[in-house]
Nanobody
Framework: QVQLVESGGGLVQAGGSLTLSCAVS????????MGWFRQAPGKEREFVAG????????AVGDSVKGRFTISRDNAKNMVALQMNSLKPEDTALYYC????????????????????WGQGTQVTVSS
């Protein structure tokens, strides 16, 4: 059974930084792309960042471009999201997710292409 556990969320002032981590157990972690998504109250879940199975390709959403970076450590079965220059509009519940397709060659930004999800970690940015 594949399990994803996010950590690292919290309260931070605007302009600050946070690093989210996602620990994955079960399944062949190094063979699947990973993604970070977020959902604010009353809004749809949106793509934040993704990384292919090998780490050779990454993608970030337009709203976080230049501020957020995704990385992975296949030896530790972990994926991280470095968030800099945080804004109040970044406030949301952040989810880690695993791609449903084995060794997809590109980052897919659609939620339906991810079939394993963590419980989420809350990020709150104060102004």
């Amino acid at each position: 059974q594949v399990q994803l556990v996010e950590s690292g969320g919290g309260l931070v002032q605007a302009g600050g930084s946070l690093t989210l981590s996602c620990a994955v157990s079960g399944g062949a972690f190094s063979c699947y792309g990973m993604g970070w998504f977020r959902q604010a109250p009353g809004k749809e879940r949106e793509f934040v960042a993704g990384i292919t199975w090998s780490g050779g390709s990454t993608a970030v959403g337009d709203s976080v471009k230049g501020r957020f970076t995704i990385s992975r450590d296949n030896a530790k079965n972990m994926v991280a999201l470095q968030m800099n220059s945080l804004k109040p509009e970044d406030t949301a519940l952040y989810y880690c997710a695993r791609d449903s397709h084995w060794q997809r060659s590109y980052v897919d930004v659609t939620t339906r292409k991810y079939n394993y999800w963590g419980q989420g970690t809350q990020v709150t940015v104060s102004s």
